[in-house]
């Protein structure tokens, strides 16, 4: 911002006056007081949690920990992703994606690291690293892969997604959660891929805990035709409770390096808080705060981590992470900022909170054309994970289908146009069908004179083999019967 305005006579006269003076022209350029607010856009709150994604989560509790008095300006946008690209700050012309570039950006190359020791700062990094690689598989059974499970986070989504995101995000994150966790070995609690065979046990599991055959079994023991009893053993063999097994030896696998890291101290690196504690917080709140049909991760780790379940808490009521849903979608009808923030107080709303994006008509042909690309075999891109370290789409990218389906739904529109106003023609072909061999004489006088060479040629022909015929002497025989007069 310039000190004085250019467009300003005396001011513009003054500036020439200093250039033939100086030959120079200084100008004093001061900082704009009024800096635009940075802007986190992220998946809407469920559950009582900032998000309903970890990581957008992490990204809420670290600005809630950076700015706590308002240091800095910022705000809360709940949106629906497009490509994977969310959490995405936005801080004047920079745009950046995921947890850990955010956190980078904010800052800095601080993060404290002048109070961490060399020791500490790499626990910073390989606890980050610990909870990025294993964080997101439980969250994944938990959430998505369980059938039951996945139909309570089904409806969260439904309360904070527009009408077509609804048929899109939800069913692409499960796929997602599903590609993530197939060399687990717990699809049996997916009852989406369960087939039942006689024996009440599912045919995907490789012959685990099946009984023998009836048939086998009947001609052994006539008893076996009545019911049979489970036993210890035949419950423990069954593929949902191997599965069982399984997604607990995962939670104590996750839980108990963190719990052993955390120990006696308040967090998990030493005496003050670190980033690290807000991705740590967006893990552990959606294991421990949403109460689903099977909520084996909410009870492993309220009965076996009580430290866990007491920092979590600790840190959800420091920094003020309760969110109600309902209050945040109420924000949608404030149409002045005066309004917007008397809301925010009425709500008694600790976080930034904006109403929700509106999805435009180019946003929604968008999704949902991409989506259909991504079903036909030669359209379709390679099945991907998503990155921390995500890079937005090109512009012209995003809006080239939406574009060809403008394009190509016009030029169809075009056409039935013309058909249908007469501009053009349909060919309908000829009003009368005659059916059966032309002849030459339906081609006009040159057929006709066509049709007379070929009949003479016909004659001539006919008439040299009659020649030939008689040429050749053969004996015509002729009986010829005599009547006399007599009768004899």
């Given at each position: 911002m310039v000190g004085k305005r250019l467009g300003h006579n005396s001011a513009f006269q003054l500036l020439l006056r200093q250039v033939e003076r100086d030959g120079q022209l200084n100008l004093h350029v001061k900082a704009n007081p009024f800096p635009l607010p940075m802007e986190l856009y992220v998946l809407g709150p469920a559950f009582g949690c900032p998000s309903i994604d970890a990581q957008c989560s992490a990204a809420i509790a670290l600005l809630r920990w950076r700015y706590?008095?308002?240091?800095?300006?910022?705000?809360?946008i709940p949106t629906h992703e497009q490509d994977g690209q969310l959490p995405l700050l936005a801080d004047g012309n920079l745009r950046l994606g995921g947890f850990g570039n955010i956190a980078r950006h904010i800052l800095g190359a601080e993060d404290h690291s002048g109070q961490l020791d060399a020791k500490d700062h790499a626990d910073l990094t390989a606890a980050s690293?610990?909870?990025e690689a294993n964080g997101q598989n439980l969250l994944d059974i938990s959430l998505y892969v369980s059938f039951e499970n996945y139909s309570t986070t089904r409806s969260a989504f439904t309360r904070i997604l527009p009408q077509h995101a609804n048929f899109i995000i939800p069913p692409?994150?499960?796929?997602?959660?599903?590609?993530?966790?197939?060399?687990?070995?717990?699809?049996?609690?997916d009852i989406d891929n369960v087939h039942d065979d006689l024996s009440g046990r599912t045919s995907n599991v490789d012959g685990v805990g099946k009984e023998q055959n009836f048939e086998v079994e009947a001609q052994k023991r006539a008893s076996l035709l009545l019911p049979r009893k489970d036993t210890l053993k035949s419950l423990l063999k069954r593929p949902e409770h191997?599965?069982?097994?399984?997604?607990?030896?995962?939670?104590?696998?996750?839980?108990?390096?963190?719990?052993?890291?955390?120990g006696d101290k308040p967090y998990l690196i030493g005496e003050q808080m670190t980033s690290v504690d807000c991705q740590a917080y967006g893990y552990l709140c959606l294991m421990l705060f949403p109460q689903l049909p099977h909520n084996?991760?909410?009870?492993?780790?309220?009965?076996?981590?009580?430290?866990?379940?007491?920092?979590?808490?600790?840190?959800?009521?420091?920094?003020?992470?309760?969110?109600?849903?309902?209050?945040?979608?109420?924000?949608?009808?404030?149409?002045?900022?005066?309004?917007?923030?008397?809301?925010?107080?009425a709500c008694d709303m600790s976080l930034p909170?904006?109403?929700?994006?509106?999805?435009?008509?180019?946003?929604?042909?968008?999704m949902t054309l991409g989506e259909?690309?991504?079903?036909?075999?030669?359209?379709?891109?390679?099945p991907t994970v998503l990155a921390a370290n995500r890079v937005k789409a090109p512009l012209w990218q995003r809006y080239l289908p939406a574009f060809v389906a403008a394009t190509v739904g016009s030029i169809g529109l075009g056409l039935y146009y013309a058909v249908r106003t007469g501009l053009i023609i349909w060919p309908h072909g000829e009003q009368a069908h005659i059916f059966g061999r032309k002849r030459f004489s339906d081609f006009g006088h040159l057929g006709s004179a066509l049709a007379g060479v070929g009949l003479l040629t016909r004659q001539a022909q006919g008439e040299a083999a009659y020649q030939q015929q008689q040429d050749a002497g053969q004996p015509v025989h002729v009986d010829v019967a005599v009547q006399g007069d007599g009768g004899a």
């Open positions: 706590p008095a308002g240091e800095k300006e910022w705000k809360l690293s610990f909870l692409r994150r499960r796929a997602g959660a599903r590609a993530r966790t197939e060399h687990l070995g717990v699809s049996s609690i191997a599965a069982t097994f399984k997604m607990h030896a995962l939670a104590d696998n996750f839980f108990g390096p963190l719990q052993d890291m955390l084996w991760l909410h009870l492993a780790m309220k009965r076996k981590y009580a430290k866990l379940v007491r920092y979590v808490e600790r840190i959800h009521a420091a920094l003020g992470l309760h969110v109600n849903v309902d209050d945040v979608l109420s924000l949608s009808n404030c149409k002045t900022d005066a309004d917007l923030e008397g809301r925010r107080k909170w904006c109403p929700p994006t509106s999805a435009t008509f180019s946003d929604i042909m968008t259909l690309m991504q079903h036909v075999p030669l359209l379709k891109t390679p």
